[in-house]
């Protein structure tokens, strides 16, 4: 009997909404927008896809960048395709995991490229855009900085504008019932004393040590978190998704109390970091982009609502 093992590669989904924001024009607590209509940001992105369909190569970041394809879909005004991503500036050798033999080796100037896919359904203020991430690999800085260098580079907006891809957070947060406290962590390596007393007990020599620090909200903190949940609330009844300024937060992790009584953590970071995404297994290799879309369409549709 001859034994057949299906390979299979495992890609999460994850929505963002891509903006653009004038920089010039924008206010600390009203940014201000591109209008992607008048703009015709809907030409400008197939552009784009045309413009870098070679390797464009990040020499400053030592990233490698391409868009292989692009299609539409004519029903939802979807576009999608596949990217083209990886880095390079490091040695490796290649071990083959059967085997366990080394068959070649990865130079400083060999990039790997990483196969990659976006949907993307454009709107006056906004653009909802699904991308995956394969193996803790994303492309979302990348992919912004890209279309931010070649709007610049066809001098289409007079104004200085970044372009933010903002995470899409499901409503499902909306269920909070109260904070319950405020968790900050840290590590620090040992101090002289602690080290000494650290090391008769278990001899080890070097020790980081984690502190965690829970404070309770007061005056404007809690202010200003009580209105977070208040507008997750609202906007749990306008949308089923809703998008999280990453701008707008700091850095630290929320404990809270569902109204189902379970709680949970949701962590504020650089990139405003919740676990939202869908995981989703496909047999083979990559799959093929008619196959990815065909998967994915369902989700992001499942995220835009009836915007």
Same mark, same amino acid.
């Given at each position: 009997?001859?034994?057949?093992?299906?390979?299979?590669?495992?890609?999460?989904? #994850?929505?963002?909404?891509?903006?653009?924001?004038?920089?010039?024009?924008? @206010?600390?607590? @009203?940014?201000?927008?591109?209008?992607?209509?008048?703009?015709?940001? &809907?030409?400008?992105?197939?552009?784009?896809?045309?413009?870098? %369909?070679?390797?464009?190569?990040?020499?400053?970041?030592?990233?490698?960048?391409?868009?292989?394809?692009?299609?539409?879909?004519?029903?939802?005004?979807?576009?999608? /395709?596949?990217?083209?991503?990886?880095?390079? /500036?490091?040695? %490796?050798?290649? #071990?083959?995991?059967?085997?366990?033999?080394?068959?070649?080796?990865?130079?400083?100037?060999?990039?790997?490229?990483?196969?990659?896919?976006?949907?993307?359904?454009?709107?006056?203020? %906004?653009?909802?855009?699904?991308?995956?991430?394969?193996?803790?690999?994303?492309?979302?800085?990348?992919? /912004?900085?890209?279309?931010?260098?070649?709007?610049?580079?066809?001098?289409?907006? +007079?104004?200085?504008?970044? +372009?933010?891809?903002?995470?899409?957070?499901?409503?499902?947060?909306?269920?909070?019932?109260?904070? &319950?406290?405020?968790?900050?962590?840290?590590?620090?390596?040992?101090?002289?004393?602690?080290?000494?007393?650290? /090391?008769?007990?278990?001899?080890?020599?070097?020790?980081?040590?984690?502190?965690?620090?829970?404070?309770?909200?007061?005056?404007?903190?809690?202010?200003?978190? @009580?209105?977070?949940?208040?507008?997750?609330?609202?906007?749990?009844?306008?949308?089923?998704? #809703?998008?999280?300024?990453?701008?707008?937060?700091?850095?630290? @992790?929320?404990?809270?109390?569902?109204?189902?009584?379970?709680?949970?953590?949701?962590?504020?970071d650089a990139d405003v970091k919740f676990n939202e995404g869908i995981e989703q297994e496909f047999d083979g290799d990559f799959p093929s982009?008619?196959?990815?879309?065909?998967?994915?369409?369902?989700?992001? &549709?499942?995220?835009?609502?009836?915007?």
């Open positions: 009997a001859v034994i057949c093992y299906l390979s299979m590669v495992k890609l999460k989904l #994850v929505p963002y909404v891509l903006k653009i924001r004038n920089t010039d024009k924008s @206010k600390r607590k @009203k940014p201000v927008y591109v209008d992607l209509k008048k703009l015709d940001f &809907q030409k400008h992105f197939q552009d784009f896809i045309t413009a870098n %369909s070679s390797i464009n190569i990040d020499e400053t970041n030592e990233k490698i960048f391409s868009c292989d394809s692009c299609n539409l879909d004519s029903k939802g005004s979807i576009y999608y /395709g596949t990217l083209g991503y990886g880095d390079y /500036g490091y040695s %490796s050798d290649i #071990v083959s995991v059967k085997t366990k033999k080394t068959t070649k080796k990865k130079e400083i100037d060999e990039a790997e490229k990483i196969k990659f896919y976006y949907l993307i359904k454009i709107y006056k203020d %906004s653009a909802y855009i699904l991308l995956n991430q394969f193996k803790h690999r994303g492309i979302k800085t990348q992919l /912004g900085r890209q279309i931010k260098k070649y709007l610049d580079s066809i001098n289409v907006i +007079v104004d200085n504008f970044i +372009v933010t891809l903002n995470p899409v957070v499901s409503s499902e947060l909306a269920n909070i019932e109260k904070l &319950q406290r405020l968790l900050f962590i840290r590590k620090r390596g040992s101090r002289d004393i602690e080290e000494q007393i650290l /090391g008769k007990l278990d001899n080890s020599e070097d020790e980081t040590l984690t502190e965690e620090k829970i404070i309770k909200l007061k005056g404007s903190k809690a202010k200003r978190f @009580k209105q977070l949940i208040k507008a997750l609330n609202k906007n749990y009844e306008e949308h089923n998704y #809703v998008e999280i300024d990453k701008e707008k937060y700091d850095t630290l @992790k929320i404990n809270v109390k569902m109204n189902d009584g379970s709680t949970k953590v949701i962590k504020l982009v008619e196959e990815y879309f065909k998967v994915a369409k369902p989700y992001l &549709q499942k995220v835009i609502g009836d915007k």
